[in-house]
């Protein structure tokens, strides 16, 4: 059961203060990686996370035990509770300035079942479970951090976050959270201390540009494909077991053994495309987020926390793609994602130095970040695992509706699968469902309205 569209209800806040680590901190200069700071990660990434009441925590107020809990974690982090500065060359460097990151306590007049069955985005009330406080948005000179704690009428709460990438990545904010979590369930240190040696992702000198990297070719939009996101209808879709054996029939056998990763990157990418019409005879472009830690030799340090992916693109004509069976799309993403090594991470660094940090490119771009092994759903703050952990909205960075999320999901079933939040133009939106009905169709036929138990959530 999804939230209905007219969930409405209230939050009152308190007054959002600056948590300071616990402890004095050094005040020092830590400049970012050359991975950290590109344009493309300038931006806030929100995550949101719910859980359930607790008989055993009766009597604990999560936001106390939480700001505690931050307080005491920053001591370890204390980079986050600095302020980001910029200098020559637009390099970033974190003066650890020991201000703090933004806390907000806040209560919700509603329950954790309101929201349904199927907790995923996009959630009603977002903005009100991640408040904007005045003067936190920024890139540079900001808080890097803002957490708001928000108390359900059931015992339950939501815990929202707001990160600016360049900090983080993914498994890094994961690591920091999970850390705030070992601290609200009483250790004294994080079971995996920080390391910063953001020194290790650095441009070489001299910089060589050793590959190609068409994921940050400079591309005029000419025909306006850029959509503002007040035009944009968001949904999620869910793909299970079902979907996946569906897809994998229209492969051909020594295909049908590729990831799931890479299954549902080649489709959502070729419907969307569909969907969007674009002249055939322009290039659209995938850009799917690889983790390259285990990629890296020798290997970065346990406890690194900062951006360790790459944005490997597959490129097509849009008329090839749409013509073309899934396989095509499918090689040329598989292509892509294994080129990520030490040497293209190097040689990203290297190219960020020389063109100024640029921004990996958006005209007719589709970006893919998969989250079902971040292990967000993990983090533990004395509540157990969280019911939903992890992405609060598709379509989020510096360009509105380009990218998309994968998060591991439970269906009503009691199936695992993977959602992802999708933004479209409400007609492109209507295209989008049709295609991927007809490339379901044998298995599970896909009503387009919004009733569909397909898409399991729609605002």
């Given amino acids: 059961m999804a939230p209905p569209p007219s969930l409405v209800f209230s939050v009152r806040r308190s007054k959002p203060e600056l948590v300071a680590p616990a402890k004095p901190t050094p005040h020092e200069f830590k400049p970012l990686s050359d991975i950290d700071d590109q344009e493309g990660l300038r931006f806030q990434i929100p995550v949101i996370q719910f859980y359930k009441k607790v008989p055993s925590m009766h009597g604990r107020d999560p936001a106390k035990v939480i700001k505690d809990a931050v307080a005491r974690a920053l001591v370890f982090y204390y980079p986050f509770a600095g302020r980001l500065r910029e200098e020559a060359g637009r390099k970033l460097v974190v003066e650890c300035t020991g201000e703090g990151i933004v806390f907000i306590e806040a209560d919700a007049d509603v329950t954790l079942e309101q929201f349904g069955d199927a907790l995923q985005p996009p959630f009603p009330g977002l903005e009100e479970l991640i408040y904007d406080a005045p003067g936190s948005g920024g890139v540079l000179n900001s808080p890097l951090l803002l957490i708001q704690v928000t108390r359900l009428q059931c015992g339950g709460f939501i815990f929202g976050l707001r990160l600016n990438h360049t900090m983080s990545d993914a498994a890094g904010l994961v690591q920091f959270m999970s850390a705030v979590g070992e601290m609200a369930r009483g250790a004294s240190a994080p079971s995996i201390p920080p390391v910063w040696r953001r020194d290790l992702l650095n441009a070489r000198d001299p910089p060589r540009v050793t590959r190609t990297h068409h994921e940050y070719d400079e591309v005029a939009d000419t025909k306006g494909t850029i959509i503002p996101l007040d035009d944009m209808e968001h949904r999620s879709f869910f793909f299970g077991p079902t979907e996946f054996a569906a897809l994998r029939r229209l492969l051909s056998p020594h295909l049908r053994t590729c990831s799931t990763f890479e299954l549902l990157t080649a489709c959502l990418w070729r419907c969307r495309t569909i969907a969007l019409r674009p002249d055939p005879e322009e290039e659209v472009r995938v850009l799917c987020i690889v983790n390259a830690r285990s990629r890296l030799q020798p290997p970065l340090p346990a406890g690194y926390y900062g951006n360790v992916f790459g944005f490997p693109v ?146």
């Avoid at 069976?325 to 290297?350: C, F, H, I, R, T």
Wanted: net charge positive.
């Fill in 314 to 459: 597959a490129l097509s004509s849009a008329g090839k793609l749409c013509r073309n069976p899934l396989e095509y799309a499918l090689d040329l993403v598989k292509g892509a994602k294994n080129s990520v090594d030490q040497e293209y991470m190097k040689s990203v660094a290297d190219l960020m130095v020389s063109t100024g940090r640029r921004h990996f490119t958006v005209v007719r771009s589709y970006l893919v970040s998969d989250l079902t092994r971040a292990g967000f759903g993990d983090v533990d703050f004395g509540w157990g695992k969280a019911v939903y952990g992890g992405a609060a909205k598709g379509g989020v960075g510096a360009i509105p509706g380009v990218a998309s999320f994968y998060i591991p999901f439970r269906n009503h079933k009691g199936e695992d699968g993977i959602v992802v939040p999708f933004c479209l133009p409400a007609a492109a939106m209507e295209i989008f469902v049709k295609e991927l009905n007809s490339l379901l169709k044998e298995e599970h036929p896909l009503p387009s309205n919004k009733s569909s138990t397909f898409i399991i959530s729609a605002l």
